[in-house]
């Protein structure tokens, strides 16, 4: 059997928005240790540097979360489907997961509730977007 590119990689970024009850929520869920390599949260809101880099490549952190997997970086959906496939706490969730974001067009659908969900969460709360200069000036 194939090894699955995440149980062989050496550093797993997990860049998200640590104001967001629901963001940080979603990565407690996962409990997010294993065994070897690295896991590293990057909380946007205090990496000002991360942020730019992101919205340079036209990556708005305010919309997405990202998973770097070693080399390789997934954004939205595919990042909530990587993660759910390296990190959920048992097979069955793990299988829940997988039937969930199987389809292109479910995990769109799933990850823009949630989105939509995060936005008035924080509208609500008062809290303020990530900022970017890059965003702020339209920059791309």
Known sequence: AETPPWRAALNIDLIY???CPVCSAYVRMHRLRRDGGSIRL???RHHPDVVEDYARR???LNRDFVLKVDEVEYTGGAAMF???SIAAPHAFIRRINAWLFASNTTSRTIYAAFRVSRWALLLLMGRKPIR???LKQGRE
């Open 132 to 134: 970017s200069s890059t």
């Open 58 to 60: 036209g990556v708005d």
């Open 17 to 19: 928005d640590g104001d």
């Open 42 to 44: 990057v909380d946007a």
């Open 82 to 84: 990587a993660l759910s």
